[in-house]
C-alpha cells in the first residue's frame, strides 16, 4: 500500500511539472508541445514507479524483515506444513481413485476388477 501511495504522490507531481513544461512550450510550437507531452508523460509514469520503488525498499531495509515474514520462515524450516508438491500429489492420486470408480460404475464393473 506504501508503494503504491508513494507512487501516486510522485506521479501527481511529475505531472504537474509536466503540464508546465508543455505549456511552456506550447508558446513556441503546439506540435513540439504536444508530443513533449507525451513523452513526458510516459516517462513520468515510468520514472515515478523506479522511484517509488526505490524509496520504499530502503524503507523496508530499515524497518527489518516484518512479523509475516519471519513467521513464514519459521514454519518452512520446520517442515510442519506439507509441501506444495505433496499436497498436489495426493491430490492427483485422490482425483484418478475417483475416475476410476465413476468408470468402474458406468461401465458395470467393479473397481477392484481387473482385466
Known amino acids: ?3 503504491l501511495a508513494t507512487f501516486l504522490g510522485i506521479v ?3 505531472e504537474a511539472v509536466n503540464v508546465m513544461i508543455a505549456m511552456a512550450v506550447e508558446q513556441f510550437s503546439e506540435t513540439i508541445g504536444l508530443a513533449l507531452f507525451f513523452v513526458l508523460f510516459a516517462g513520468v509514469i515510468y520514472g515515478a514507479w523506479k522511484l517509488a ?6 524503507q523496508a531495509d530499515r524497518q527489518g524483515p516484518h512479523r509475516l515474514e519471519r513467521a513464514g520462515r519459521r514454519r518452512v524450516r520446520s517442515r510442519s506444513v506439507p509441501s506444495n508438491t ?3 500429489s495426493g491430490l492427483s492420486r485422490l482425483m484418478l481413485r475417483w475416475r476410476q470408480r465413476v468408470m468402474a460404475r458406468t461401465l458395470g ?3 477392484a476388477h481387473k482385466r
Open 109 to 111: 464393473i467393479s473397481p
Open 53 to 58: 520503488v526505490r524509496i520504499t525498499d530502503r
Open 86 to 88: 505433496a499436497r498436489q
Open 1 to 3: 500500500m506504501l508503494l
Open 12 to 14: 501527481i507531481v511529475g
